[in-house]
């Protein structure tokens, strides 16, 4: 397997859905290129940053509101 | 986020909580999914104004409508789909919302990775690395790491709308794929698509960060 046809396989390679043969091809390719490794590495590290952005929520004002609405509709 | 996700009651308890008016059960969703609501919203409308509008408008749906949520999907999957409907809506407004029936060329043309980045025909290795990726800082450089989280936003905010979409409930919401797929209504192969184009953005845009800033270390 050639290196830019590794770096469009690891979406999938990650998802878990290549087929056996392409996902046997992926591992050994895996195996012996360091830059494809480096690659896949830094795949995970941006869907771990990615995951550790910091949350924003709706405004005070707007969920009071909200809050408000659903007292109002169930009373 | 999906860790606040994680200690949520059974949704047969949510469902019975919001459609008998218990108020603690409606608190505890509000302040659980709104965050991640708000920033799915984002990637449809034009302002952070527009996207909470969107949210409001999404829950005083799911006040009126709960009687109507049949269990075939997730709760939070059913609020989802209310979200995206809404936020559609607003969208088209915006006029910045795209079909989604087909992937365009932006979302399934092209290699993701600079083909010039490695070699070509007349070179020793054809389609292997011309030189590897430089080597990011350790996850314990942490004022690096928190500089580069701070530009993320604005890098999803460049990506193309359906990429932007599935990479927020994918990776920044924790969303499973069958979820996106069920909220968006796309096939698992788009889903995966996009997921992927997206991703390898964000991965070049941090690799570009990192070495404008000398904290890559070859």
Known sequence: MNCNEFVELVTAHLEGTLDDATERRVVEHLAECDGCARYLDQIRHTVHTLADLPAESISGQARDRLLDAFRDFHR | MSTAAAALPPDAELVLGLRGGVQSTFTL??????????????????????????????????????DGFAGRSSLRTWVYRILVNIAKTHGVKDSRTLAWSALTGDDDAGSTVDPSRFQGP????????????????????????????????????????????????????????????SILDITAGNQRILLHRARAVVRRRLEEYFSTSGAGVR
């Open chain 2, 29 to 66: 969703l509000l302040d659980a999914w709104s965050p991640g609501m708000l920033r799915t919203a984002r990637a449809y409308v034009a302002s952070t104004e527009a996207a909470e509008d969107v949210v409001q408008e999404t829950w005083l749906a799911v006040i009126r409508g709960i």
């Open chain 2, 122 to 181: 007349d070179e020793p290795y054809p389609g292997h690395w011309r030189r590897f990726p430089d080597a990011w800082p350790s996850p314990e450089s942490e004022v690096m790491w928190r500089e580069a989280r701070g530009m993320i936003d604005a890098v999803l905010a460049d990506l193309p709308h359906r990429q932007r979409v599935v990479i927020t409930l994918r990776d920044v919401e924790g969303y499973t794929s069958d979820e996106v797929c």
